[in-house]
């Protein structure tokens, strides 16, 4: 079965420093992996996919088939993108289904 | 322009008297979610319909039923709450177009909070 883990519970870092937020997988075959977020008092959503290989918000990850990690980067963070995040893997078999990781709150303080 | 919408926000009740959740959707997606999320935790995946098809995920206890009646609309029912099932509920929707790789971004409501007394 797929693993999805997300060692840090907790990350505060200061404004302007980098942030990387830890996500490691078991997979076997093709992952795609996903990143969500909920900001404070707003809905869950999507904040970017691997197979996009796309910058959102500053944020990049890249997946590591090697060391199966897909840790979520961004260089300056900012007081706004304090928030939970949530790596999350497709189940295989290109099935509709994600597993959620416990998730990781980031605090950007001033 | 909300999308997906979940009803009531908030919902109390009591120890084994049987409550409903409501989803609707207006994206005419195929796939709608329901999650459980308790405090500090990873929201966990109870069922999902995928077009009319039920899917239960092996570890959803049978107190936990659901209904989609046609595509915009999704019922999670609690036929005995307990004490445990006390939580916040998300629903999510997404469109699966069945490519291997695909989308697959997942749409969430606000949830609603289950308290039970």
């Known amino acids: 079965a797929q693993r999805v883990t997300q060692p840090e519970k907790l990350l505060s870092v200061f404004k302007g420093a980098p942030v990387e937020l830890k996500c490691n997988y078991s997979?076997?075959?093709?992952?795609?992996l996903f990143w969500y977020v909920q900001y404070s008092r707003q809905r869950l959503q999507l904040l970017l996919r691997?197979?996009s290989r796309e910058s959102i918000k500053g944020f990049t990850a890249d997946l590591n088939k090697g060391e199966t990690s897909f840790h979520l980067k961004k260089p300056f963070a900012q007081e706004e993108d304090s928030a939970m995040y949530y790596c999350?893997?497709?189940?295989?078999?290109?099935?509709?289904?994600?597993?959620f990781g416990k998730g990781t709150k980031l605090t950007v303080n001033p | 322009d909300a999308m997906v919408i979940q009803n009531p926000r908030y919902q109390v009740t009591q120890f084994g008297k049987p409550v409903t959740l409501s989803c609707s959707q207006t994206?005419?997606?195929?796939?709608m979610y329901w999650y459980q999320q308790k405090s500090s935790q990873a929201p966990k995946l109870l069922f999902h319909?995928?077009?009319?098809?039920?899917?239960n995920e092996a570890d959803t206890p049978d107190n936990f039923q659901s209904r989609r009646p046609n595509t915009s609309f999704c019922f999670l029912d609690i036929r005995s709450p307990g004490l445990g099932d006390a939580a916040m509920y998300l629903c999510?929707?997404?469109?699966?177009?069945?490519?291997?790789?695909?989308?697959?971004?997942?749409?969430f409501g606000p949830g609603t909070r289950l308290t039970v007394l």
């Open positions: 999350a893997p497709r189940t295989q078999g290109g099935s509709e289904k994600l597993v």
């Open positions: 997979y076997s075959g093709s992952p795609e």
């Open positions: 994206l005419n997606h195929n796939v």
């Open positions: 319909y995928y077009d009319k098809d039920f899917n």
């Open positions: 691997h197979i």
């Open positions: 999510a929707t997404s469109r699966v177009t069945g490519s291997p790789v695909g989308d697959n971004e997942q749409f």
